[in-house]
């Protein structure tokens, strides 16, 4: 079973995350910020990171990503990032920061769906 990490400051997006997730075959977790997502993420080795870019606290969604991508550890957790930001130099953000995808909100439960399994491969969905 894949391990999903949902990282969302906002409950309500990540209860319809998890929701739409539910109905697959993933081992779900959750964060409410950048810092205990990190934590997170390095405790349980997710398959995938569902990351909201802009959060508050000590660090924001791209600082996790990249911390998730430096970390040899991890560099093979799939990173997609969630925003409302959808501007070219946001995107460039995310690239740089080595997201291997890009979603921006709202997106919709399909479009999540086929997103992960695009990601994960025949192996995981």
Not at 30 to 37: H, L, M, P, Y
Not at 80 to 105: C, F
Request: proline share 4%.
């Amino acid at each position: 079973m894949k391990r999903v990490l949902i990282v969302e400051d906002q409950a309500d997006i990540r209860k319809l995350i998890r929701m739409t997730l539910e109905f697959e075959n993933y081992e779900i977790h959750e964060a409410a910020d950048g810092s205990f997502g990190l934590r997170m993420a390095q405790a349980i080795k997710p398959d995938i990171l569902l990351l909201d870019v802009m959060m508050p606290g000590e660090i924001d969604g791209l600082q996790v990503c990249q911390r998730i991508k430096s970390d040899p550890e991890m560099a093979g957790s799939k990173v997609v990032l969630l925003t409302a930001r959808g501007q070219q130099k946001d995107r460039e953000a995310g690239e740089q920061a080595g997201a291997d995808e890009y979603l921006i909100k709202p997106f919709s439960p399909l479009q999540l769906i086929e997103t992960i399994e695009r990601l994960l491969g025949a192996e995981g969905a």
